[in-house]
């Protein structure tokens, strides 16, 4: 039965008459650094006091929840952003401002190599983001900033330290950070600790509980606990006409796959003894990443240049996939080189944009078991081109990209060039005041992916086929795949007034020659055989976000938000696209003193029964979440002590977003309970 909570009728219920109420964050993600308020691309910001209400363990939880966004879980350890249905390879996940260089985008267990509990801020920009970034952004770019190369020279040592704890996973977490000015020199430091075991769940971990499995795993997700540790050292050069800085970062990540989700106990053919045997050991990720920054930043350094800004980033990752026993299944290399270079002009009568050049160089390996891709050298380079006009009440945005990207494997599977083209326009008409409405149409053009063009295609007959344990399935590339084409349009309303907002989003998202994982509907030696080929497919949805004050005195304010987003997305010939968010809606009051906030929200998410082929359908739930800060304000300090009770009902939540939705249900209810001290 379909599941539905009726607020979207009280969007707009709150209007009232006031002055407007302009949005201040700058987005770091457009290098024209324009306000939020001032493009029509669809974006969304975490920041401040709401970033560190909501971050979480992963990149995708933290995002999970806000319009349009959602997570792909796979175990507490890996939480993967969802951009408006796409994951993977379609979304582009940076550290302030180039990739994050990790294996994430090949496997559904491989984990983010960020931490979004240093961040500063995140920046999503979805539908035309491709245009700033290339083919792996055509569903949409996150960029995780964090500061590390100062921006600016700090007026005097500001800084603090937090440690907060989840009863749901045991998770310990302490964070630090600090930022100081010696003369012309700016440093930063960061790092973090965390510590967490087996996740706490609602009842069994299986869907559909096998009567003759051992009860103890119940309430408990097997085989998640893990640590992470990170440091990050960083310093900047300021003189009159901008920056110069560096910095160096190193994270260990080490964190269990859930039992279900690298082996093959639940098969038929292994009885109760031979499942429980299996599930006494599972597969551990050990990774690690070591990246080198450098940033320039120059105010009119040529006649006609505003500014120029160049980055170069230098990537070593690797991850091991550790058996019970000790022994190493898999080891995935990736080590790379990104540069980008941003000019932004002078304007040209009513012209003003920028234009800009990025180059990736990379190589990829797997060795071991699960090596179904062979090791790829990798090199990608694109320009780009961005303007805006203002004339009147009426922004205009439009913009080119070429992209060259090529992938060159070891063994027998063809080598590949890609040229890709890339053009967008927008318009945003400021009707008032309070309302503006904006519009963009894109047109983007994706490479294939290393693993969609060469998983499995160096075996020179099935019985060399390697299993993808993360998917249970064996995955068959090809070498012969052509470029994903999107075509995109969006359309928006956006109310503004002191103290309330609203904005409504539609999109369209037409692909040719989509490139996806499709069953093929045949078994070798038992497992399903999925092939990559291309689909035509149509994705398009709606996002509403709004918020209202709604009781305003000299104790505290009360205010409301109700916010929701539906995606459908269907393939050409009939069927739906597997691992889509189902439709949710959800609403959130709080209550803010000058020293004390509290606050409820609830999230209603409908049945997923819209699966795809070979997929099967997830129930919907309903989640509620109570929280508390208390602000301690200690002379030039404060200490802000906080408490959350998550999923108060203790509610079965699976994620139709999760390869593992079936066998690994989210937490269950917890307490997180913290402090933090800035200075």
Known sequence: MKRFTPIAAALFAAQAAAEQLPMEHVLVSVPLHKKSAETALPVTVLSGDELHRTVASSLGATLDGNPGLASASFGPGVGQPVVRGQQGARVRVLQNGTSSADASAISADHAVALEPLLANSIEVLRGPATLLYGGGAIGGVVNVLDNRIPTALPDAPEGGVEYRHDNASDRDVVVARAETALGPLALHVDGFASDWSDLDIPGSPEATPDEDLDEHSLGTLENTAGDSRSLTLGGSYHFDAGFFGLAVNRLDNNYGIPLAGHDHAHEEDHDAEEVNELEEGGVTIEMEQTRYDAALHLHEPLPGVEVLSAFLTRTEYEHAEVEDDGAVGTRYVND??????????????????????????????????????????????????????????????????????????????????????????????????????????????????????????????????????????????????????SNNIDLSLEWQQEGHFATLSLYYNDFSDYIGLFASGEEWDGVPVYLYAHRDAEFYGVEVDSEFSLVQTS??????????????????????????????????????????????????????????????????????????????????????????????????????????????????????????LRF
């Open 336 to 485: 790379s080189w990104e540069g980008r270079l941003e000019l932004v002009h002078q304007p040209l009568g009513p012209l003003h944009g920028v234009v800009g050049l990025q180059a990736v160089s990379g190589d990829f390996s797997a060795i071991g078991t699960e090596a179904f891709i062979p090791p790829t050298e990798r090199d990608d380079s694109g320009l780009f081109l961005l303007e805006d006009y203002h004339v009147g009440d009426w922004l205009f945005e439009f913009g080119l990209r070429l992209d060259r990207d090529s992938r060159d494997p070891e063994g027998p599977s063809k080598s590949r060039e890609f040229t890709a083209f890339s053009a967008s326009a927008s318009a945003l008409w400021q009707l008032s005041p309070a309302w503006q409405v904006g519009s963009s149409l894109s047109r983007a053009e994706r490479a294939p992916a290393i693993e969609e063009l060469y998983s499995n295609t160096s075996a020179s007959s099935p019985a060399q086929w390697v299993v993808h344990a993360a998917t249970n399935a064996i995955e068959i590339g090809d070498d012969k795949l052509d470029t994903e084409v």
């Open 555 to 676: 104790a505290g304010e009360v205010r409301l938000r109700l916010f929701g987003d539906s995606v459908r997305g269907s393939l050409d010939g009939g069927g739906d696209v597997p691992r889509l968010p189902p439709l949710r809606l959800g609403a959130r009051l709080s209550w803010t003193g000058d020293a004390l906030s509290v606050w409820g929200q609830v999230l209603d998410a409908a049945d997923q029964d819209r699966p795809g082929a070979n997929e099967l359908p997830t129930a919907g739930y309903t989640r509620w979440d109570l929280g508390a800060e208390y602000a301690l304000p200690l002379g030039e300090t404060e200490l802000l002590l906080f408490a959350t009770l998550n999923n108060l009902t203790d509610e079965e939540i699976r994620l139709s977003t999760s390869f593992l939705r079936e066998v690994a249900p989210e937490a269950g209810r917890g307490v997180e309970a913290g402090l933090r």
